[in-house]
Nanobody
Framework: QVQLVESGGGSVQAGGSLRLSCAAS??????????MGWFRQGPGKEREGIAS???????SYVDSVKGRFTILKDNVKRILYLQMNSLKPEDTAMYYC???????????????????WGQGTQVTVSS
């Protein structure tokens, strides 16, 4: 019923930028108010939340990406974005978007809080 599709990944050099997109389709009861987030998983690592946006549109970030990444939500086109600047090799990972299909306030970085996931898009950053 709910589908999320990421795009925009690729290979870039350190210091470069990418913008990831997460297009939503299917039924969303209240897309503009649902908690959504971006996650990533590097080789041999656990999936970690890096950015979230709550029911009031407030963005939150983990320290490793704060100041470099921006989560944006277009409630008209129903697209969640992750603008990534000043990319580092450590950012290399598969990136996923997710929705909790619930209301939330403040940061929400736990994968357990999210119900629906995109297929992921690969980001590779070289030195």
């Amino acid at each position: 019923q709910v589908q999320l599709v990421e795009s925009g990944g690729g290979s870039v050099q350190a210091g470069g930028s990418l913008r990831l997109s997460c297009a939503a389709s299917g039924y969303f009861g209240a897309y503009s108010r649902y908690c959504m987030g971006w996650f990533r998983q590097g080789p041999g690592k656990e999936r970690e939340g890096i950015a979230s946006i709550d029911s009031d549109g407030r963005q939150s970030y983990v320290d490793s990406v704060k100041g470099r990444f921006t989560i944006l939500k277009d409630n008209v086109k129903r697209i969640l974005y992750l603008q990534m600047n000043s990319l580092k090799p450590e950012d290399t990972a598969m990136y996923y978007c997710a929705t909790a299909q619930k209301y939330c306030r403040g940061p929400n970085f736990s994968p357990r809080e999210y119900n629906d996931w995109g297929q992921g898009t690969q980001v590779t950053v070289s030195s």
